[in-house]
């Protein structure tokens, strides 16, 4: 068996092997959609280790989305994806949110809209002369009120008012605003959208579903949009469910008010906010599971802002709850950042509880630049957490006009490093296959604290959720910085699947020994009995302060008396949580450096069965040098070392000590181990420096450093980018030196057609070899009459750069020293056309004169250790060897056996070496360092390829600092342009050969 799971292991990394357990990215349909193109950038995914693809349509869509040239691009697609092998996924909407199917169901208007319920406050002052009612309006009341206290306060719904009387009160107006979207909790509306999506699909590739269609993404839907979520059934659904009228109790929803039948403004939003969430699950994902589990589908997305409890609230009401009802549950992850950890455990508990896998739309925003080793980052801590189905943002069809700003980055073939990328869709296809064998080991149950958040949230204030939120993850950030693993109990679920049996409480598959009730104001009442049960059959409780003392919302003191009595209740402090926790929980890991838990590491311990456990170990610091940390593992047994990179399993040395094992692991910038521990056989008793080598001092018996002058060869070409431009309109004046995505934008918001000259400058001070490549850069140059430096350029291209909508035109010998204009006129500028800015790209080097001043050079030849953007390469995205000579001594010679390369200061996304003439490796993540002592001579010749990305090419350039949350405003807004470029390093700083025993 376990040959067989190392085999297993081993091919699922292998390109072609295991699409389930390979990325599938939002693939973004942006354009006019050819099959013939669909199909090669299919064939790409595949070469770089893909093992399907979202069909996502997406800003710019050029071909009508659910038309019969869609549906034949579809079905394209699901063809050749079934001949190899892939994974061809839907998309259930034109954009998102998921309801509109673009427009034809909120185009319908009416109740099909959403609804939100709103309140307005119109002071009475002496020029005021009458009110005039909301057309939509609920209740009004004449108020006098101190903050949201309401001090008097008389109904007036209906009713005439003599402003002259009420003068220094505030009319308060309850009222329902309809907005563009569709209203989730109505069922009329979610019908049409299955009706006319899920349904078409069916009608056209029904034969497909379950097998190479295995499922449909929803993404973002929302019941709520920071106020609170109405629909026209909601009053009655209210009192059929809370048991009493809605609408006299509106003010407790926006205002501190306590009614006459004992009733506070807690509760009433307590009860609002449950009846809001089950319509929506019920109506909305309820409804769209049970289609796709009639036709054999898989829903799969995730929710709008499930990272917080103010957030989800505002915009879902609860985001646990929806997840019994997916078959693929999913959660996204914005940035270049690691997620709040909330966001993975709300989703993976629920998945766990069920059997089911969670997805991660990851990476999107993260910017153009976010390297492999800043994906590893961001998925391993999702990893480590309970994701194990990897969804990238994004695949861009097509780089046409704003699509290239659509929240980048873009993985295809237009990436610099896109020929290497299976490098880590390899290592993440090995990760996540062992991350679904087996189960969990998680013996820890933390109630979710979402109807405690109910209590206290209001639309413009965040404190009081933001608190609790914080509390929340002392908790769980303490949990999960000492490997103690648990689960999150959503109280809608616990309600229809959680029992108590011999002393554990069980939910769905799993069961747990110990519940910690976090801090919290109220629960439900099912969650207090169940509670009850639990402490009656022997099971454990910690209470973790302030303990709750409402039930349902309302005030009941018996939950308190309860958990005082029959729970280990401790303070906020991870140091009373972990003494707690640590009498009834066993730990079966340590982590630590320099005496403590390394809290920055975390860990996932999974039976495997047979006699074997898993521990996944993840380390989220980005730290500059090698950490050391000592492990101790209180599982006997063989350790072994799975290596995800490379597929080999490998035997680890360890000590023994006591009843546990013990260890140390080297921790480089986010770096992970998967660690199997086979209890059937004896462990290897060692040093496990041998297996993992830590360049430490001690261990370093010689080292030369360097930091050498370089020849340099390019393997792409040069670039210059011309992003800002002088532009006329009609003939008029000349408008210089603005930017041209301004430029682009004013002109569609106006909206008018014109006759348009767009007229770039720039310098040359040496001309490019004669007999190289040279070649301007544009977009849809057929549109224009092209001129350079005064003389026709023909507009039909040869070719393109990059990408399909980057065309090439052929300019040698049209260039000349000093200053070069480029004039692109366009007779008959018709929006939604978009001006873009130029590329001219060659054999030549960029030096930057100024600000914004640029001049074109002869192509340089060597270059210094350092960055290469200040030496001739601002703008340039490919890839470059960088060559030079040098002596060492043999390791003989200084008392070693091996001999180590270090590339510091490495700032590229990959790093190929080549020593000698044979190929040493491939960097794509740290340790940043390579064996080459086999390689190594007396007299060396080392070549260190770099590859980067598109990031300096196409920016953001003018924000003045690095942007790890990039989005379109980034390259287009006004506010906070700065008129210079800020570019990211790229280049090599030094190397270094370490000399070891």
């Not at 009120?145 to 009387?165: C, P």
């Not at 059997?355 to 492999?372: I, P």
Request: hydrophobic residues 40%.
């Amino acid at each position: 068996m376990a040959d067989e799971l190392a085999r297993n292991f081993r091919e699922v990394g292998e390109i072609g092997k295991g699409a389930w357990f390979r990325g599938a990215p939002f693939w973004s349909w942006n354009d006019k959609l050819e099959p013939e193109e669909l199909r090669r950038q299919i064939r790409e995914f595949h070469r770089q280790g893909l093992g399907g693809f979202f069909m996502h349509a997406r800003i710019g869509l050029d071909t009508p989305y659910m038309s019969w040239e869609w549906m034949r691009a579809v079905e394209a697609c699901v063809d050749e994806a079934k001949k190899l092998g892939m994974l061809a996924w839907l998309y259930d909407e034109d954009k998102w949110p998921s309801g509109f199917v673009g427009g034809l169901v909120s185009g319908r208007g009416g109740d099909y809209n959403q609804q939100l319920l709103r309140v307005r406050e119109i002071p009475i002052d002496w020029n005021m002369r009458e009110f005039i009612p909301h057309e939509r309006s609920l209740s009004v009341y004449l108020v006098t009120r101190k903050g949201r206290k309401w001090l008097m306060a008389e109904k007036v719904t209906g009713k005439a008012l003599n402003m002259s009387e009420h003068r220094g009160k505030v009319i308060v107006e309850f009222f329902v605003d309809r907005v563009g979207y569709i209203d989730v909790m109505n069922p009329k509306a979610v019908e049409a959208f299955i009706r006319l999506t899920h349904d078409a699909y069916r009608e056209r590739f029904g034969d497909e579903f379950g097998k190479t269609i295995p499922g449909i993404f929803t993404d973002e839907p929302q019941c709520n949009r920071g106020v609170y979520g109405w629909t026209p059934e909601l009053p009655n659904e209210f009192k059929r469910r809370r048991g009493y009228e809605l609408l006299p109790y509106l003010p407790g929803l926006f205002y501190e008010v306590c009614f006459a039948d004992g009733r506070d403004w807690q509760t009433i939003r307590h009860d609002y906010l449950q009846t809001m969430t089950e319509l929506f699950v019920e109506n909305f994902t309820k409804r769209i599971y049970e289609w796709c589990e009639t036709y054999g589908l898989e829903l799969t997305g995730h929710l709008m802002a499930e990272d917080s409890l103010w957030s989800q609230i505002a915009y879902v009401g609860a985001a646990m709850p929806h997840y019994e009802f997916m078959q693929l549950p999913g959660i996204d992850q914005l940035g270049r950042s690691l997620l709040t950890p909330l966001t993975m455990k709300q989703c993976s508990s629920v998945a766990r509880q069920f059997g089911r896998r969670v997805l991660s739309e990851m990476f999107g925003t993260s910017g153009w630049n976010a390297s492999m080793e800043d994906q590893k980052w961001m998925a391993e801590w999702q990893f480590v957490l309970g994701v194990d189905y990897v969804c990238q943002h994004l695949c861009l069809y097509s780089l046409r006009g704003a699509r290239k700003r659509d929240f980048p980055p873009s993985f295809l073939d237009h990436q610099p490093y896109w020929r290497y990328w299976h490098l880590v869709n390899n290592f993440f296809a090995r990760t996540t296959f062992m991350l679904c064998q087996g189960q969990p080991v998680t013996d820890i149950l933390v109630l979710h604290p979402i109807s405690s958040a109910w209590c206290v949230y209001h639309p413009e204030d965040r404190s009081e959720c933001e608190r609790l939120n914080h509390q929340l993850l002392t908790v769980v950030r303490t949990l999960i910085g000492h490997y103690y693993d648990f689960d999150f109990g959503d109280e809608f679920i616990l309600q229809r699947h959680a029992k108590v049996e011999d002393g554990k409480l069980k939910v769905g598959l799993c069961s747990y020994k110990v519940v910690i009730v976090p801090p919290s104001i109220s629960w439900f009442d099912s969650t207090f009995r169940l509670l009850q049960e639990f402490a009656k059959s022997g099971g454990k409780i910690v209470a973790v302060e302030p303990l709750p003392e409402k039930i349902e919302g309302g005030f009941d003191d018996e939950i308190t008396r309860f958990l005082k009595r029959n729970a280990k209740v401790v303070s906020n402090d991870p140091k009373k949580i972990l003494k707690v926790v640590g009498e009834l929980v066993e730990r079966r890991i340590s982590i630590s450096r320099n005496g403590r838990e390394a809290e920055t590491i975390a860990c996932q311990e999974r039976d495997l069965g047979d006699g074997r456990r898993l521990f996944y170990i993840v380390n989220t610091e980005r730290n500059q040098e090698e950490l050391a940390a000592k492990v101790e593992i209180s599982v006997k047994g063989q350790v072994q070392v799975w290596d995800a990179e490379t597929g080999e399993v490998k035997l680890l040395p360890v000590q023994e000590k006591g009843e546990k094992l013990a260890f140390e692991l080297p921790f480089a910038s986010a770096q992970s181990y998967l660690l199997v521990v086979d209890e059937r056989q004896k462990p290897l008793l060692g040093d496990p420096s041998q297996v993992f080598p830590h360049l430490t001092p001690e261990s370093v018996v010689h080292a030369v450093s360097m930091c050498p002058r370089w020849k340099i060869e390019l393997h792409d070409p040069n670039a210059l980018t011309l992003d800002y431009c002088d532009y006329r309109i009609d003939d008029g004046d000349w408008v210089e030196r603005q930017p041209v995505t301004w430029l682009c934008n004013r002109l569609i918001r106006k909206a008018e057609p014109c006759k348009l000259d767009v007229r770039f400058k720039f310098k040359v001070e040496e001309l490019p070899p004669e007999d190289s490549p040279l070649w301007l850069v544009i977009e849809q140059p057929k549109e224009y009459r092209i001129r350079l430096n005064g003389r026709r350029v023909a507009s039909k291209p040869s070719g393109h750069w990059l990408n399909f909508a980057f065309e090439r035109i052929d300019i040698r010998n049209r260039l000349r020293k000093g200053e070069n204009e480029l004039l692109l006129e366009c007779e008959h500028y018709m929006p939604p056309f978009e001006v873009e800015a130029a590329y001219i790209v060659g054999n030549f080097s960029v030096w930057q004169t100024g600000e914004t001043e640029f001049v074109i050079k002869a192509p340089v030849s060597e270059v210094e250790s350092g960055n290469l953007v200040t030496q001739g390469f601002p703008f340039f995205a490919g890839s470059v060897s960088l060559k030079t000579d040098f002596e060492l001594p043999l390791p003989q010679e200084v008392g070693a056996n091996r001999v180590w390369l270090v590339l510091d200061g490495l700032k590229a996304v990959v790093a190929e070496v080549e020593l000698n003439g044979k190929g040493c490796g491939v960097l794509a993540w740290s340790p940043f360092r390579l064996d080459v002592t086999k390689q190594v001579r007396k007299r060396n010749k080392l070549t260190v390829k770099l590859v980067g990305s598109l990031r300096n090419l196409l920016g953001p350039h003018h924000r003045g600092e690095e942007v790890h949350f990039t989005g379109p405003w980034h390259f287009e807004g006004e506010q906070g342009w700065v008129w210079g470029y800020h570019f990211v390093p790229f280049g090599l700083d030094g190397i270094c050969f370490a000399y070891t025993r």
